[in-house]
């Protein structure tokens, strides 16, 4: 199974503690082209607000600078936060996105607010538009790419006709649901939210329905690498996302802190399971143990494809670990 699985990348743009957001995204500019040199299939990046350590709020900025700087690499949203947008706005920036990069853009949609709730109100100024909202606005959404219609007295344009890809994003079974409701592919963050992702694929796939856009279930599943030439150092360099949950679920967010050897050996207990938890799937290691965990992964889920993510401090350190996955995991299906 695992040979048949499709490797892509979901960057987070971490600003680096000691950095900053210029350096951030020069830093994913550079990760994007290097992953389409490795042959890797997707490159997303996701809407996150009011966060120092994550420089891609403006998401399909981002979005636009990374696909101008790459040739062939799929680039999209991992996701758009729906309910923080009018349905035809986005339409009309993916649109905007899909006109300048034929064929190469994806638009992954959640729920969440990707912020606080004050953060949401001051981006939306009303709560009024909330999750409850969700799938009549992702189906408003997809409406604003078919073709108009002649006494259609509102377009998206651009927008209109254009064939984006649509995905629904989810960390619970609400997503899978409305995926297979849809016809839709199904992204489920099992890279910080893993614990109902059995129950999502399962219904997923029990419940899907064909659609014009899709004719079977396609499952992506996000996962954490850290790949380094030793188990050690591997380990070492994974404290820094550690670091970095801890401090979000204190209320202390902040930049993507360096590494700190031996960091979850001095948390308390409680704070060693919730980071244990929410971090499950990962493959923290050498080439050979990143192998191992990802081939596991893949035959206890039967994911298409891996959504893999690498919060790693310094951006030369998170290039290599791309590119010792890559290496590790051929022949596994990367898009060249």
């Known amino acids: 199974m695992a040979g048949m699985t499709t490797l892509s990348i979901l960057d987070l743009a971490p600003v680096p503690d000691g950095s900053d957001v210029s350096r951030a995204l020069a830093n994913t500019i550079d990760l994007a082209r290097q992953a389409e040199r490795l042959g890797y299939n997707r490159y997303w990046l996701a809407e996150h607000h009011n966060m120092a350590g994550i420089a891609s709020a403006a998401t399909s900025v981002v979005i636009g600078a990374v696909a101008a700087a790459t040739t062939s690499i799929r680039v999209g949203a991992g996701g758009v936060m729906l309910p923080?947008?009018?349905?035809?706005?986005?339409?009309?920036?993916?649109?905007?996105?899909?006109?300048?990069?034929?064929?190469?853009?994806?638009?992954?949609?959640?729920?969440?607010?990707?912020?606080?709730?004050?953060?949401?109100?001051?981006?939306?100024?009303?709560?009024?538009?909330?999750?409850?909202?969700?799938?009549?606005?992702?189906?408003?959404?997809?409406?604003?790419?078919?073709?108009?219609?002649?006494?259609?007295?509102?377009?998206?344009?651009?927008?209109?006709?254009?064939?984006?890809?649509?995905?629904?994003?989810?960390?619970?079974?609400?997503?899978?649901?409305?995926?297979?409701?849809?016809?839709?592919?199904?992204?489920?963050?099992?890279?910080?939210?893993?614990?109902?992702?059995?129950?999502?694929?399962?219904?997923?796939?029990?419940?899907?329905?064909?659609?014009?856009?899709?004719a079977r279930p396609y499952l992506m599943l996000g996962f954490n690498v850290f790949a380094v030439d030793?188990?050690?150092?591997?380990?070492?360099?994974?404290?820094?996302?550690?670091?970095?949950?801890?401090?979000?679920?204190?209320?202390?967010?902040?930049?993507?802190?360096?590494?700190?050897?031996?960091?979850?050996d001095a948390l308390d207990e409680g704070e060693r399971a919730m980071i244990g938890q929410a971090l499950a799937c990962s493959a923290v290691g050498s080439p050979l143990s990143v192998r191992a965990a990802v081939d596991a992964f893949v035959a206890r889920t039967g994911a298409d494809e891996l959504m893999v993510t690498s919060q790693i401090w310094d951006p030369a350190a998170r290039v290599r670990s791309y590119e010792l996955l890559a290496e590790a995991m051929r022949p596994m299906a990367l898009a060249g």
């Open 230 to 264: 030793t188990d050690a150092r591997a380990q070492a360099l994974f404290s820094s996302v550690q670091q970095a949950f801890v401090n979000l679920r204190s209320g202390r967010p902040g930049k993507l802190p360096p590494p700190r050897p031996g960091y979850a």
């Open 84 to 214: 923080n947008h009018a349905p035809l706005v986005i339409a009309e920036q993916f649109g905007t996105l899909n006109a300048l990069y034929p064929g190469r853009i994806d638009l992954g949609l959640g729920r969440a607010p990707g912020s606080d709730m004050a953060t949401a109100r001051a981006l939306r100024r009303t709560l009024a538009s909330d999750g409850d909202s969700f799938p009549q606005d992702v189906m408003e959404l997809m409406h604003w790419f078919e073709p108009a219609t002649d006494d259609q007295r509102i377009r998206a344009n651009p927008g209109e006709g254009q064939s984006v890809p649509v995905w629904i994003l989810g960390s619970s079974t609400y997503g899978a649901q409305l995926a297979a409701h849809l016809g839709l592919p199904y992204a489920f963050a099992s890279h910080f939210a893993p614990g109902e992702m059995m129950s999502a694929i399962r219904i997923y796939r029990e419940t899907f329905r064909p659609s014009a856009r899709l």
